[in-house]
């Protein structure tokens, strides 16, 4: 866990500028003795808890500056009986909701939380219904939310607030799982409900040190609710990249696997003035070293992206760049993708992984998208597994690419031809950017400036 549990006030002043916060009005709730289910003892253990922490209930809400761009706070207070839910809690989270869609703000739940109340059962566990249709209408809104993840947070609180954010960050050290340590199975791996965990399992994107916490939400709510470009500018070739179109297939393949060609890292690095990055699917898994997607600020707008970086894409790869995709979508940003795989991954934990059914998303992400998507093919363009990522009608190339219906190799092996054909092969698919062009595949090939 972290060395000290902050307080939400703590929390707050950690990541609001100064002067700025502004705690919303809430709703009052009139209740008998000891709550709605008149559990003896409630009454005494709230106004002990807000003797303790100075508070009237689990989450304090307010707007705030953070970083120069204005949001809704929700910061969890634990030291009110645990952070937990109750019905005022959820009358606190759906007027604070309700705040940002009127006035356009993004929301920020700063969530600590063990979850739901026990003294007012199962009314305190619909008040995650309630959560998550406040959720689910800010989402349609088209306004993001970016939850931080403190110590603890589990339960209901993590299901909804914070694993139903669009992106996710966490304190090092926090503990985070569903199952909180009281009740979690007396054999479980405790490393297992870490912050660290959960990034490395594709649920959370980063882990953030406090001291840079405001740094790093201050980039995310500037670039998501700032202002995005129509398109996502198509690159210029990197130095690195031959000038000339190459002569033959085999010797399209062979500048496109060459290590000292630019790859993705290089591109992004010089396409944008700063950017973020979101990480895993959500689903169990993460691809960092295959798949980069993130949002970048280029020429003073946003641009979203998902980047192959010149290995096989894992199925979560192609999850996490379909996440990226509709989230793009949903707040009118335009997506810039890099295509360079030798293809999907297709080894036996791919299939078990479901490999198929990630490209199938990832095709549909791509199909269903609304915002204008804008691909270069940087590299190697194999099979399914770079299709995927292309945009239909929009796709270029560099002079030091290619794209094949499968590697020459594996092609020449399915026609039962001798390693001695693979060139041959390269040549009859017709590979070379310039051929891609003329088969209108490709709408053009891109130089160096």
Same mark, same amino acid.
């Given at each position: 866990?972290?060395?000290?549990?902050?307080?939400?006030?703590?929390?707050?002043?950690?990541?609001?500028?100064?002067?700025?916060?502004?705690?919303?009005?809430?709703?009052?709730?009139?209740?008998?003795?000891?709550?709605?289910? @008149?559990?003896?003892?409630?009454? !005494?253990?709230? /106004?002990? &808890?807000?003797?303790?922490? %100075?508070?009237?209930?689990? +989450? #304090?809400?307010?707007?705030?500056?953070?970083?120069?761009?204005?949001?809704?706070?929700?910061?969890?207070?634990?030291?009110?009986?645990?952070?937990?839910?109750?019905?005022?809690?959820?009358?606190?989270?759906?007027?604070?909701?309700?705040?940002?869609?009127?006035?356009?703000?993004?929301?920020?739940?700063?969530?600590?939380?063990?979850?739901?109340?026990?003294?007012?059962?199962?009314?305190?566990?619909?008040?995650?219904?309630?959560?998550?249709?406040?959720?689910?209408?800010?989402?349609?809104?088209?306004?993001?939310?970016?939850?931080?993840?403190?110590?603890?947070?589990?339960?209901?609180?993590?299901?909804?607030?914070?694993?139903?954010?669009?992106?996710?960050?966490?304190?090092?050290?926090?503990?985070?799982?569903?199952?909180?340590?009281?009740?979690?199975? @007396?054999?479980?791996?405790?490393? !297992?409900?870490? /912050?660290? &965990?959960?990034?490395?399992? %594709?649920?959370?994107?980063? +882990? #953030?040190a406090?001291?840079?916490?405001?740094?790093?939400?201050?980039?995310?709510?500037?670039?998501?609710?700032g202002?995005?470009?129509?398109?996502?500018?198509?690159?210029?070739?990197?130095?690195?990249?031959?000038?000339?179109?190459?002569?033959?297939?085999?010797?399209?393949?062979?500048?496109?696997?060459?290590p000292?060609?630019?790859?993705?890292?290089?591109?992004?690095?010089?396409?944008?003035?700063?950017?973020?990055?979101?990480?895993?699917?959500?689903?169990?898994?993460?691809?960092?070293?295959?798949?980069?997607?993130?949002?970048?600020?280029?020429?003073?707008?946003?641009?979203?992206?998902?980047?192959?970086?010149?290995?096989?894409?894992?199925?979560?790869?192609?999850?996490?760049?379909?996440?990226?995709?509709?989230?793009?979508?949903?707040?009118?940003i335009?997506?810039?993708?890099?295509?360079?795989?030798?293809?999907?991954a297709?080894?036996?934990?791919?299939?078990?992984?479901? +490999?198929?059914?990630?490209?199938?998303?990832?095709?549909?992400?791509?199909?269903a998208?609304?915002?204008?998507?804008?691909?270069?093919?940087?590299?190697?363009?194999?099979?399914?597994?770079?299709?995927?990522?292309?945009?239909?009608?929009?796709?270029?190339?560099?002079?030091?690419?290619y794209?094949?219906?499968?590697?020459?190799?594996?092609?020449a092996?399915?026609?039962?031809?001798?390693?001695?054909?693979?060139?041959?092969?390269?040549?009859?698919?017709?590979?070379?950017?310039?051929?891609?062009?003329?088969?209108?595949?490709?709408?053009?090939v891109?130089?160096?400036?």
């Amino acid at each position: 866990m972290t060395e000290r549990r902050l307080s939400a006030r703590e929390v707050v002043a950690l990541v609001a500028d100064d002067s700025t916060f502004a705690e919303l009005p809430h709703p009052a709730r009139e209740s008998g003795p000891d709550g709605p289910l @008149a559990w003896q003892g409630y009454d !005494a253990s709230r /106004a002990r &808890a807000a003797e303790r922490t %100075g508070e009237q209930e689990s +989450v #304090v809400c307010g707007t705030a500056s953070v970083a120069g761009t204005r949001a809704v706070l929700l910061a969890f207070e634990f030291g009110f009986l645990g952070g937990s839910l109750g019905e005022r809690t959820g009358d606190r989270l759906e007027a604070a909701y309700a705040y940002a869609r009127a006035h356009r703000l993004p929301v920020v739940p700063l969530v600590a939380t063990g979850g739901s109340r026990m003294q007012e059962g199962m009314l305190a566990l619909t008040q995650l219904q309630r959560v998550a249709r406040q959720s689910a209408l800010t989402r349609e809104a088209g306004l993001p939310q970016i939850a931080v993840l403190r110590d603890p947070t589990t339960g209901g609180g993590w299901a909804t607030l914070g694993a139903g954010a669009d992106v996710i960050l966490a304190l090092p050290g926090a503990q985070v799982g569903f199952a909180g340590s009281r009740v979690r199975p @007396a054999d479980a791996d405790p490393a !297992a409900y870490t /912050a660290e &965990a959960q990034v490395a399992a %594709g649920a959370v994107d980063a +882990v #953030v040190a406090p001291e840079e916490l405001r740094e790093a939400l201050g980039h995310w709510l500037g670039l998501l609710m700032g202002r995005p470009a129509q398109e996502a500018p198509l690159p210029s070739a990197l130095p690195g990249t031959q000038d000339q179109l190459p002569a033959t297939g085999w010797e399209a393949v062979l500048r496109a696997r060459a290590p000292q060609r630019p790859c993705a890292e290089r591109y992004l690095d010089s396409y944008f003035t700063h950017r973020v990055t979101i990480s895993g699917d959500r689903s169990g898994g993460a691809d960092p070293e295959g798949m980069l997607c993130g949002f970048g600020e280029h020429e003073g707008r946003t641009v979203a992206y998902a980047a192959q970086t010149g290995t096989a894409t894992r199925p979560a790869g192609f999850r996490t760049a379909a996440r990226l995709i509709r989230l793009a979508d949903r707040l009118d940003i335009p997506v810039l993708t890099l295509v360079d795989t030798p293809g999907a991954a297709n080894d036996a934990e791919a299939e078990r992984q479901g +490999v198929g059914a990630a490209i199938a998303d990832l095709f549909g992400a791509v199909a269903a998208a609304r915002v204008p998507i804008t691909t270069l093919l940087i590299g190697e363009g194999g099979s399914g597994g770079a299709l995927a990522l292309a945009a239909p009608g929009n796709t270029w190339a560099t002079p030091d690419s290619y794209f094949s219906v499968i590697a020459p190799e594996l092609a020449a092996a399915i026609l039962k031809r001798t390693p001695q054909e693979v060139e041959k092969t390269a040549e009859q698919l017709r590979i070379r950017p310039q051929d891609l062009v003329e088969l209108g595949v490709l709408r053009g090939v891109v130089r160096r400036e």
